[in-house]
């Protein structure tokens, strides 16, 4: 039998990126979980001892290798996974450089017990500090087992460098997860000083996989991403708008099949849900871009974490373009009985939703009135603002409602198919302005008028500058602006709807967005985040709706393309369903 594992001519390594693989145990967990899924194991398990510090265990049930070959396996540059240059374009294993092996057992005790499935007799094969001392036949089962003991105990300047043993554990279960979350065919049981931490069904379901390690919450309120555009295919799972967390550790992102770390691709995900999140929150995500591989470079980074497209824009707008229809086409009512939850609401997708007959719109259109600063008003015209035009007709996502009432000046109550919904009207205003003035931008300009006589705002000279500076992004959304002496501007124009008492308040609030809180000095805010702000601005507190203002604001949000939560992630509109209610007041069990 010819040896299977060759070393790579120089030529060849060379051309490798370069790089120590072995960092701290996560990194050999890493490297020795790839060989087993390369040898197409479907069950691994691993265990730890003080977070991998002074013991490593992984076993797989993979094709084994040949007692001829187990040596080579641990020279420097020696694989069975590529031999010539040309390979190192089409890669479609997880390892290729032949250094793993190589690197974890100089720097510690390493034992390997091998045998391929249909040999008789397997392999042990022992090194400490890269030094032989086993080679020996042995009785065991097909697989391999691998056992890293005292990482770097040779190299002590190293070993000092590792943290602490949970901080250490978590890298490893932050390793296993992204695997098994990619590797849903394979079982993989993590145990940390023998208590069993993660164990996944390895019964190819993402979903199964999604539930086993993050739970039933999460699980439960997943949408199914499935598309391709492009000859790029976007596959997994993303939260329901209303489950996000704190942070981005909820999120995976591969590239056929391998773990990636990528600032576009998880800023696309986070742009698919522009307006549905609060601040500060994001959702969860478990994605695989599928791609021909020759337009993704896997070979920029030791740990190949990070990859290279080609054509980034074409991942970025598939990736965005997927996301964002399944966000539109879904529909994210939350259920009163949900918010007693952890997690906030759960989505109804369930009902049957009759078409609604659109005779509620108001068609006329505000003329610019001048010669009254006509702001004054205090009261905003909900039926008056002008969406039916220009927004898509998307209306089969809120039922048909029976408008029933206003609650406290703030909220509209409504019954439709079989539920009580209650809206808040001003999140709704909100969000039907943003939608029109998003649309206004990206069409012919945001309407707005010109005042009779300028309103004028002193501002520090720090705070003149920053405006002066941004003047341009600010006109574009319909706020017109000139330097007015040393340190005032004077506004000259605002949007239609906008009023006078706001707009001084709004200059402040954008001076306040642009100097403080995460914004790093000189951060130039994108136009959607000024409408944004501007909507926010304009929306009135506490007011009483006639029941025509009611019909033609619940008309306009029907139209809109995102009616389930206000530009900055609050929801519009939560429903209680006669079941819940009938269970509130013990009519049924
Ligand atoms: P690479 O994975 O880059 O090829 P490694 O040093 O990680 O390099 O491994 C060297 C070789 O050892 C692999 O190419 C593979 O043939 C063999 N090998 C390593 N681990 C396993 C395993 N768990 N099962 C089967 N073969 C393995
Ligand atoms: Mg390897």
Redesign the pocket.
Known sequence: MTA??RVLEKSVSEKIAAGEVVENPASVVK?LL???I??GATSIAIEIENGGKTLIRVT?N????DREDVRT?FRRH????ISNIEDLDRIVSL????????SIAAVSMVRMVTKPRNSLEGTVYEMHGGQEVMFEEVGCPGG?SIEVKELFYNTPARKEYLRSSSHEGSLISDIITRLALARTGISFRLTNNGKMVINTPGNGELRDTIVSIYGREIGENLVKVSCSREGIGIDGFVSKPHITRSNRGYQSIFVNGRYIKNRMVTQAIEDSYRTMLMVNRYPVAVLNIVLDPCLVDVNVHPAKLQVRFKDENLVKGAIYDCIKTCMEKGRWISSVASFGRPAGGQARQDVTIKSWSDNNITKEKIQPEHGNNCLKEERVEYNRIELDNIIKDNDNNIPELRIVGQLLNTYIAAEGDGCVYLIDQHAAHERVMYEMMTLQFENNGINSQRLLDPIVIELSHYEAEIIKENLEVIRKTGFELEEFGVNSIAVRSVPVFFGIPETKEFINDLITEYTTGNRRKGYRLKSEEVIGMACKKAVKANQRLSMQEMEGLIAQLRKAKMPYTCPHGRPVIITLSKYELEKMFKRVQ
């Open positions: 299977k594992i490297e790839e060989n087993s390369d040898a797989d993979g094709e084994g290798i396996a020696a694989t069975s996974k390892g290729f450089r032949g250094e793993a092996l190589a391999t």
